[in-house]
Structures are given as C-alpha cells and as structure tokens.
C-alpha cells in the first residue's frame, strides 16, 4: 500500500509552521485539526499550518510536502493506533474504540491520495467552501526531461 510519508528539502518549514514533522515519518492530511477553528480567524503559523500542511503522525507536526512511498500493514496499523491515541488525548473522543474509526478513516483516506507513483511529491491546499473545509492536492512536478522513475531527487533527511 501507498502512504504519505514526509519529506524535507531545506529548513523552511521550521519557520513556517510552529510544530514540525520529522523527515521520514508518515503524514496524514489532517483537516481534523481545524473542525473546531475558525479559519477566518487563524494567523501566521496556525494559518499556514491550516492552508498547506500535512500532518505528521509521531511528532504531530507540519510539513509542507510528502511523498508517496510503500507502508507496510504493520506501520499502517501503527499510524491508526497513533491517531487513535491522538484524537484521544488532544480532541477528547471518548475512548480507543470510537477514535479508532475516525482514525482509519483519516489513514484510509490518506492511502487514497496516493494514487501515483512511489517518490511522488504531494502538496496540499485547504479552503473553507460552502460545505466546510475543502482540500486539494496536487503532484509537484521533478524538472522536466528528468527520467522520474529512474532518478530520485529527493530525500528524506534523518
């Protein structure tokens, strides 16, 4: 199965966002963390964090960009059990067992934005719509004449 998994050129998402993901570790969309916000209102870091971030699923930090890799059942299951404790501790469900859905669905729903290529790159914009947050991802793109499938120009920094 493919997964999100964060990626990190340079540094500037230590100055954009103001909890950072770890290069390396796997990333989920995360719109659950702005349900409650009010868009409108979010400033600087937070805003950022809301308009392009993806979320990390051990730091429960941002990042700008992820690529698609290859996760394995027992990491995607870890990233469910992660979430799960997460919607626990810092959104209040009520238990494991009702944050264990909400949790496989966001790690389903993640798997399904992968739909390409592993080393993909994927970035993120939200919105608020008529219904509610709207996001849509996009490829980056390698420059072009560069072999995709062959070259891999990025790393994830450890």
């Known amino acids: 199965m493919l997964f999100p998994r964060v990626v990190r050129f340079d540094s500037s998402d230590e100055r954009v966002y103001e909890t950072v993901s770890r290069p390396g570790e796997w990333a989920v969309p995360g719109a659950f963390a702005f349900v409650e916000a009010d868009p409108a209102q979010l400033t600087g870091k937070a805003r950022e964090a809301f308009r392009r971030g993806f979320l990390g699923t051990e730091s429960f ?47 389903e729903f993640a798997a399904s934005i992968c739909d390409h290529p592993r080393h ?39």
């Open 61 to 107: 930090g941002w990042t700008t960009l992820v690529e698609v890799d290859e996760i394995s059942v027992f990491e995607f299951a870890a990233v469910i059990d992660r979430l799960a404790a997460h919607f626990v501790q810092r959104y209040g469900a009520p238990n494991l067992a009702a944050a264990r859905d909400a949790a496989q669905e966001e790690a």
């Open 120 to 158: 993909t790159l994927l970035a993120v914009v939200r919105e608020v719509g008529e219904e509610g947050i709207v996001e849509s991802f996009r490829v980056v793109q390698p420059p072009s004449g560069l072999d995709h499938e062959r070259i891999k120009l990025w790393a994830a920094e450890e």
